[in-house]
């Protein structure tokens, strides 16, 4: 109903001044790789501020600066995946490498996210941008996610990761495409799940968000600067600054999950879906 409701009217995404694009940039660097939504996190910003919705051009454009994080943060593990997938095309026998089987996991994983996001295009940029929508996903989730971590063991690491758990990651990182649900956040709650240590589930989450993230960011960057999206100058700011950020989020982390539970993320996303709940229903903000 709130997804029937919204979809009336598409999001137009307000001028946004450098200002606004490195604190933008900044939320996006902080909360990509943090269990917590980082679109959820620019569209919340964005309403209560009153600066307004970037829109999902700007963010799936400013999520590159994040995903070269990435690539920078598992360059070793990437060119020896990426090389070992591709030589086991022609070399049969390097098909049971464990390099070339992650490589054609995170291929196949990527693939419900790729037909869900070109699908569903329309509904992803106006209705499901929602603040209603976006707070309920943040507490929701939250709790789904430290539920799946208490309750489940950490019996398996990345090497048991194979076809099929993969496509349950890659199931899950398609429901991100809501604000409010968080990509980091839906993917570790898959491993969790399926009893894979926080550690693998968050490494094999980040390998995963690449070949996605990228290729929206590639999508959509034929919508910056028109159409109501924002300039180039303060995208690319916003990349920038998102790529810093998110390189020290991504250490920081993978450090934390080895030794502790997703109880502070679901904490906060509770509290922070709540306080928005009541601004809603107190008129005090309005949604998208």
Known sequence: MILAAAAATATTAPHISYLHAIVYGAIQGLTEFLPISSSGHLLIWGDVTGWGDPGASF????QLGTMLAVTLFFWRDLIRI???ALRSIWTPALRRDHDAKMGWYVAFGTIPIAVAGLA???QIET???NLYLTATMLIVFGIILWLADVLRPQRLGTKRI???PAMAFGVAQMLALVP????SGATITAGRLMTFNREAAARFSFLLSIPAVVLSGLYQLKD???HGAPTWGPTIVATIVAFVVGFASIAWLLRYLIRHTTLVFMIYRVIVGSIVLILLWTGTVSSS
């Open 82 to 84: 990426v090389w070992a």
């Open 120 to 122: 569903f295009s329309s």
């Open 180 to 183: 409010g649900v968080s990509r």
């Open 59 to 62: 963010s799936a454009v400013v």
């Open 162 to 164: 194979t076809f099929w």
């Open 224 to 226: 910056i600067g028109t």
């Open 127 to 129: 209705a499901a941008r």
